[in-house]
């Protein structure tokens, strides 16, 4: 074939009267996705009440001046008052305190397990579909195995073996099956991308897979995988609760708001407020988790738009 | 069907085995071993005839032979490392069979009383009705279960005094467990059944009925009922597992000697041979509770094909 050359084409004309271009301002997946996420009350109001709650957990240890571990024996039990916000523990320890503070506990547990099972079950769920075939079959296989392990045994063996109760073993018990189920949504998704045209040119054009994978593929599962973080969250409090009741949590000075809950159950008929607060914390967490998730699905469903 | 069911059952033991090894064989990495702590005051000879009693004197891959071996010939765990002369078998027949009355009884209660107010709550969406299941469901899912046990027992143990607050043998002391334990199921499936009929409803086939003057009861009975159930029936796997380890919670916060309770014990005793031994029990359940599901689910719906067809 003779060779071509930038000569041989000549412009012959375009004309811009401006049809092209949409009268409407250009809004976006995500700025769609905003605009109908402000316009639910309810996942708006869980939103503000999350953020408020987020930042006591920050600022609130310093917000009384006791520390959360210091121990005053002449102020055991003490209901709620001015000088102690919300009352004392049985060893005299101011509860606001404490309460932010087992807070801060519980949300880094959170956060911190949904974000590794969320990173690793993206990525090992998008490499199980966009490889397929004998890949996908084992690599599923696995995570077969590893669900049908009732998930709360695991983090019990796991807190019993490591026998160690600080942030990070408690954190990898809990995030060692829990990326399975994210595993699974992501790659039922990816199944689907994978078929579209956009992928298909991207392989064309000699982009290597994993690009593919980290450039298209993932981006493209965004919404779902935000939607899944949302209700990650909770769950992993909520089995960090679970774990403190029965006796694998976080060790005392250090609390959490499992660990403040499970110690008050004990004597909650004489000092109610001591169960009442860290459970009413855990509540709101989980309720404005649950109802964010919600509306977030709503807005990032694209079967919902318009 | 036949060759999905046998593949299934391959899958269940080479699960099984790993779960069995995994837990063996992390339960002795632990650093020394498990009569250590309990030995160190023995003297030598005693010590020794211990170590020779629960087999620890043996290599750890051949003591996993020896357990393996036993539990497949004679369902046999061994004995317990904390109370001499219990065994671990007997401990969780006699649990297992509490926790089933107890779980079965919460179970059948979760559900039928989900499904009713799934049912209600989509009936009567945005009204009262709804926004009060709602509610409940989502106090289910908010409350930790041992806060709620804690309620339950006050209302009505110490303010009504209907019920006793711990114990086990009459039916009286299982109503509250009962209760407890069902939270979760009912939640659940009240949360799923209202979407599973809302999108029933609004299907074409509801108006043809509707339209040939089928009475709204028998469109609800054999039409919507019907078809928003089959889904409900995936979330059953999940929902036994929440009332299985539910139950070391409710068990222990209700004093009722069943597997929960024993299993936390165990725990906190740090009583090896009953640890691996109960994980392995509640794993060979669990794992054949989710082929019945599946199974089920594949019987229940004939659209379902559970075999990919060539």
């Not at chain 1, 965004?222 to 949302?230: A, E, H, P, W």
């Not at chain 2, 068990?251 to 299993?263: H, T």
């Amino acid at each position: 074939m003779e060779e071509l050359s930038q000569e041989q084409f000549r412009i012959i004309g375009i004309e811009d009267n401006g049809t092209e271009h949409s009268a409407r301002k250009k809004v976006g997946y995500w700025q769609d996705a905003w605009r109908r996420l402000r316009a639910n009350k309810i996942a708006m109001a869980a939103l503000v009440l999350l953020i408020l709650l987020l930042l006591m957990t920050i600022i609130g240890p310093h917000l009384t001046g006791y520390s959360y571990e210091e121990m005053d024996k002449a102020s055991k039990n003490l209901p709620p008052s001015a000088a102690h916000w919300f009352g004392t523990d049985e060893l005299g320890r101011d509860l606001f305190t404490r309460v932010w503070q087992g807070g801060r506990v519980s949300m880094i547990i959170g956060l911190f397990s949904a974000a590794v099972s969320t990173l690793i079950g993206v990525l090992y769920g998008s490499i199980s579909a966009f490889f397929g075939g004998i890949v996908d079959n084992i690599m599923m296989r696995i995570v077969e195995i590893l669900i049908s392990i009732p998930y709360l045994i695991i983090v019990i063996l796991i807190s019993v073996i490591t026998d160690s109760k600080d942030l990070g073993t408690m954190i990898l018990a809990l995030t060692l099956t829990g990326w399975c189920g994210t595993a699974r949504l992501i790659r039922g998704q990816i199944l689907q991308l994978r078929e579209q045209e956009y992928v298909l040119a991207a392989e064309a054009l000699g982009v290597s897979p994993f690009k593919v994978i980290l450039k298209h593929l993932i981006p493209n599962t965004l919404g779902l995988i935000i939607v899944g973080v949302t209700f990650d969250i909770p769950g992993y409090i909520f089995s960090e609760t679970f774990l403190s009741y029965i006796g694998l949590g976080i060790q005392a000075p250090a609390t959490s708001w499992g660990a403040l809950a499970s110690a008050a159950q004990a004597n909650f008929r004489f000092y109610p407020y001591q169960l009442f607060l860290p459970s009413l914390m855990i509540a709101l967490t989980m309720l404005s988790f649950t109802l964010l998730g919600d509306g977030l699905r709503d807005a990032l469903d694209p079967r919902m738009r318009h | 069907m036949f060759r999905y069911i046998l593949k299934r059952f391959l899958y269940m033991f080479i699960t099984l085995f790993c779960i069995t090894a995994a837990t063996f064989f992390l339960m002795h990495s632990i650093p020394g071993d498990p009569l250590s702590y309990m030995a160190k005051k023995l003297p030598d000879q005693t010590r020794e005839n211990y170590y020779e009693k629960y087999g620890l004197n043996e290599s750890v891959p051949k003591q996993f032979g020896i357990f393996l071996k036993n539990i497949v010939t004679e369902f046999n765990f061994g004995e317990s490392i904390r109370y001499p002369g219990r065994k671990v078998t007997e401990t969780i027949v006699e649990g297992a069979g509490v926790s089933a009355a107890v779980g079965f009884q919460a179970l059948f209660w979760g559900v039928s009383i989900g499904i009713i107010l799934g049912v209600i709550a989509a009936y009567f969406r945005n009204r009262w009705p709804d926004y009060l299941i709602m509610f409940i469901a989502i106090l289910g899912v908010t409350i930790p279960v041992f806060v709620f046990a804690s309620l339950v027992q006050y209302l009505f143990t110490v303010k009504l005094r209907w019920f006793p607050t711990t114990g086990w043998g009459s039916w009286k002391e299982m109503v509250l467990p009962v209760i407890t334990l069902a939270l979760g199921s009912i939640a659940g499936y009240a949360r799923y059944m209202k979407s599973s009929v809302l999108e029933t409803i609004n299907q074409d086939y509801i108006l043809t009925a509707r339209a040939k003057g089928v009475s709204e009861f028998n469109i609800l009975r054999r039409h919507v009922l019907r078809n928003s159930i089959i889904p409900a029936v995936t979330i059953l796997g999940p929902e036994i597992a929440a009332v299985f380890t539910g139950a070391f919670v409710t068990e222990k916060m209700f004093g009722i000697p069943g597997l929960g309770f024993y299993y936390v014990n165990s725990i906190n005793d740090r009583d090896y041979t009953m640890i691996i031994g109960t994980t392995v029990f509640y794993a060979i359940l669990f794992v054949a509770v989710q082929l019945v599901v599946d199974i089920l689910y594949g019987v229940i719906d004939p659209r379902i094909t559970l075999t990919k067809q060539e």
